[in-house]
């Protein structure tokens, strides 16, 4: 094996215009991977682009929670590239603590829709291209809130646990075509999104906001988006082909 770990693969990544997404585009690209750089936010995505070691990679602006959007990124990359041999599902939105009686039906709806409704559409558009080659790894960042309930998070804890329990069932599905399907649930993670859990601020990072979550980790530390890509980029890479169904917990000790 080369030090390049994902020489001539072809990556979607979404969530890719910040945070964890915009690390891993950068890891794998630094890696030899083809990016495809995909978010809501086309600018945020233009700019991890902008970042990226290699000139060869695609922005895509795409809504991971529209069927439409996510087939029309799908036909792009395979369009541009031929094949996908890496899915990265890391696209999704935070609650802010809310009890579930004040919690509003589209507010639902819509954490459903971003964090678990858009592995299954990412993946019926992707499958099929990687079924033909009999290859490819999908990877879902999911959160240790998917085993580890904090109180105000019913929702988002829910969507992660669904996650958690999708990326089991395809990778017993997919098993046969070589596909590997695997997750990680970070821990609190030093991202924009951290502060929207508490103030609902995504620009807003206090230190009290910071401690909360500091405190329920017991390593005692936030985790790194370059913690989130170093194991992504294990389990796309060649190291990791008997690996699959595995929820790979990357917080710190938080789910012990
Ligand atoms: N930050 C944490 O503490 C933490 C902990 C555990 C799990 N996670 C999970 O990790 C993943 C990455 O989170 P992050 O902390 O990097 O967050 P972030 O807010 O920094 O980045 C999320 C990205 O997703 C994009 N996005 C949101 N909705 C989208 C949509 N409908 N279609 C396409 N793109 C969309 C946003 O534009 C943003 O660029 C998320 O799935 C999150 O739930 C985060």
């Known amino acids: 094996m080369t030090d390049k770990l994902l020489e001539g693969k072809v990556v979607i990544v979404t969530g ?9 585009s950068k890891l794998f690209s630094s ?12 600018q945020a995505a233009e700019l991890t682009a902008s970042e990226l070691e290699s000139e060869d990679f695609r922005v895509i602006q795409v809504d991971v929670s529209d069927n439409d959007s996510v087939e029309m990124m799908v036909k792009e990359t395979f369009q541009h590239y031929n094949k996908i041999d890496v899915l990265i599902n890391c696209a ?9 009686e004040e919690l509003s039906l589209e507010k639902w709806d819509r954490i459903f829709a971003v964090n678990t409704k858009s592995i299954f559409l990412t993946s019926k558009h992707v499958v ?3 079924k033909e080659r009999k290859n490819g790894a999908i990877i879902n960042i999911a959160s240790i809130a998917g085993v580890r309930a904090r109180p105000g998070l019913n929702a988002y804890c829910a969507s992660k646990g669904a996650a958690i329990m999708l990326t089991k069932a395809l990778a017993l599905e997919l098993a046969p075509f070589k596909i590997r399907v ?4 970070p821990g609190p993670a030093e991202t924009p999104m951290l502060s929207q859990f508490i103030s609902g601020d995504r620009n807003k990072v206090e230190a009290e906001t910071k401690n909360i979550f500091i405190d329920s980790v017991p390593l005692g530390t936030l985790i790194q988006p370059s913690d989130i890509a170093h194991a992504a980029l294990y389990l ?4 990791a082909k008997v690996v699959t169904g595995e929820i790979m917990n990357v917080d710190g000790g938080r789910g012990v």
Not at 16 to 24: L, P, Q, V, W
Not at 182 to 185: D, G
């Open 16 to 24: 890719a215009g910040s945070g964890m997404g915009k690390e891993i």
């Open 31 to 42: 890696h030899g991977a083809q990016v495809v750089v995909a978010d809501i936010n086309k």
């Open 92 to 100: 999704g939105v935070p609650q802010y603590f809310t009890p579930i």
């Open 128 to 130: 099929p291209i990687m």
């Open 182 to 185: 695997n997750a990680i649930n």
């Open 236 to 239: 796309s890479s060649d190291f």
